[in-house]
C-alpha cells in the first residue's frame, strides 16, 4: 500500500488482498498462533494512511475468505482434523476481532494524543471516521454472517455458530468502540474551542499507531487487544 506522498491511492490493491487471502489460508493450515497471527496480518493491512469504512469491508472480507479457504482444505484432507479446525476457525475469527477492536482504539488514541497537545483534527474528518466507526462492528458481524452463509457443512455450523455467539454476547471491537466513540463525541463537541488544528489527519495519525500495535512498539495496547 502506498502512501499519499507517492501521489497513488492507499487503498488496498487487489494484489494485496489476495496476499492477505494466502497468508490467512496459510496460517490456518500451520495451525500454530492463528490468532496472534491473523491479529497482526489484518493490523499491517490496515495500516495505510488513508483507510475508510469500504477499505475496511475488503479487509475483513479477504481475512475471512482466507480462514474460510484454510480451513476447508483442512477439512478436506483429514476427517480427523474437524476438532482442529473447528479450534483454529475460533481462533482466527478472535484475531480478525481484536484486530479491529486495535483499529478503533488506535482511533482513541489518536483523537487523545491531539486533545493532550491542545490541538484538535478538523471537524470533517473527526465527523466521518466517527460515522465509519459506528458502523465497524456490524461490519464485522454482517461479513462473518455472509461467510458462515455461502460456507458448506461443518465450516458452515462453526461459523454460523461464531456469529450467533458475536452478536448475543458482544465482541471485542464493539466494547472498545463504546469507549472510542465517546472520545470522539467529547473532541467533536470540543470543536470551535480555542484549539489550534493539527496539522497531521486522523488517518495518519491512526495508522502511525496501528503500525506501532502491530509490530509490538504498544506492546501493552497489543495484549490487551488480543484478550
Do not use: P
Not at 496501528?210 to 484478550?227: C, E, F, M, T
Amino acid at each position: 500500500m502506498e502512501n499519499q506522498n507517492t501521489g497513488q491511492s492507499s487503498h488496498q490493491s487487489g494484489d494485496d488482498l489476495k496476499s492477505l487471502e494466502a497468508e490467512i489460508r496459510e496460517a490456518l493450515a500451520n495451525g500454530t498462533h492463528v490468532k496472534e497471527t491473523v491479529h497482526r496480518l489484518t493490523l499491517k493491512a490496515m495500516n495505510a494512511k488513508n483507510i475508510d469504512l469500504d477499505s475496511l469491508q475488503r479487509i475483513v472480507t479477504a481475512v475471512l475468505q482466507g480462514v474460510h479457504d484454510g480451513a476447508t482444505q483442512q477439512l478436506q484432507h483429514a476427517a480427523d482434523q474437524t476438532q482442529a479446525a473447528k479450534s483454529q476457525v475460533t481462533e482466527a475469527v478472535a484475531g480478525l476481532d481484536a484486530a479491529l477492536a486495535g483499529f478503533a482504539q488506535a482511533s482513541k488514541l489518536a483523537v487523545e494524543e491531539a486533545a493532550g497537545q491542545a490541538k484538535k483534527f478538523s471537524e470533517q474528518e473527526l465527523t466521518r471516521t466517527r460515522s465509519d466507526l459506528e458502523g465497524l462492528e456490524n461490519l464485522f458481524l454482517d461479513t462473518l454472517h455472509q461467510t458462515a452463509t455461502a460456507a458448506q457443512g461443518l465450516l458452515s455450523d462453526v461459523l454460523h455458530d461464531l456469529s450467533r455467539h458475536a452478536k448475543n454476547n458482544g465482541t471485542a471491537v464493539g466494547s472498545q468502540l463504546k469507549e472510542t466513540l465517546a472520545t470522539f463525541a467529547q473532541q467533536v463537541a470540543s470543536v470551535g474551542h480555542a484549539q489550534l488544528e493539527t496539522g497531521a489527519s486522523l488517518a495518519h495519525t491512526t495508522a502511525d499507531i496501528i503500525g506501532k500495535i502491530a509490530s509490538g512498539v504498544l506492546s501493552g495496547i497489543n495484549d490487551q487487544s488480543k484478550k
